[in-house]
C-alpha cells in the first residue's frame, strides 16, 4: 500500500499545479474560470470563491479548468474565445510549462530529499506528453484554434468541440488501458518504487 501511495501523491500534486497553471494564466488575462477540478465526473466536494467552482470530483484520473466559452461563441470580454490567439495559447500550454518546471525543480532538489525523484520524472514527463497535438490534451489546442483563420469562428469552434470530445473519450480508453498495464505489471513497478 505505501509503495501505491509513492506512485499516487506525486501524480495528484502534479495534477494540481498543472490545472493550477491554467487557472492562474486564465485568471490574470482576465479569462472566466467557471471551474477548477481535480477529478473528472460528480463533484464530491469544494467551494466557490470569486465565481470559480473549486472542487474535488468522482474520478481521479486527471483534472481541468472549466473556461468561460471555451468552444463557444459569446459577447462576453470575459470569454475565452474573445481572447487573442497568443493568450489562448498561454492559457493552454500553462499548465505543461508549470509541469515542466516543477520537474526540473524537483530533479534540482533530488540531493537533498530523494523521495522527489518520481515526481520530477513523472512530472517532466506528463508535462511533455501533454504538449503533444492529441485532441483534448493542451498540446491540440494550438492547432485547434488555427481553425478559427480558415474556417471562421462559428465553424472553427464546432470542429474543435469534436475533436476535443472525441478525444477526451480516446484518452479515457487509453487511461483505463494503461490502468490495466500498471497492474498486470505492477510486480516489476513495486520493484522500481522500492529503491527510490
Known sequence: ?????????????????HELGHLLIAKLSNVGVEIFSIGFSKRLCGFKYHGTDY????LPFGGYCKLEE????????TAFTNKRYMLKLSISIAGCFINILTGFIA?????WFPCLFIFAQLSIWLGILNLTPIPALD????????LEKPFGKKRGLELMEISVKYGFAILMILQIYMLFLILFFWPMV???LENY
Not at 55 to 58: D, G, K
Not at 70 to 77: A, D, F, K, M, Y
Not at 107 to 111: P, Q, R
Open 70 to 77: 471555451e468552444t463557444g461563441l459569446s459577447s462576453s470580454q
Open 190 to 192: 513495486k520493484i522500481l
Open 55 to 58: 472542487r474535488i470530483s468522482l
Open 107 to 111: 530533479l534540482f532538489m533530488t540531493n
Open 139 to 146: 498540446g491540440s489546442y494550438p492547432l485547434l484554434l488555427l
Open 1 to 17: 500500500m505505501l509503495l501505491l501511495l509513492k506512485f499516487l501523491i506525486p501524480i495528484f500534486f502534479i495534477i494540481i499545479f
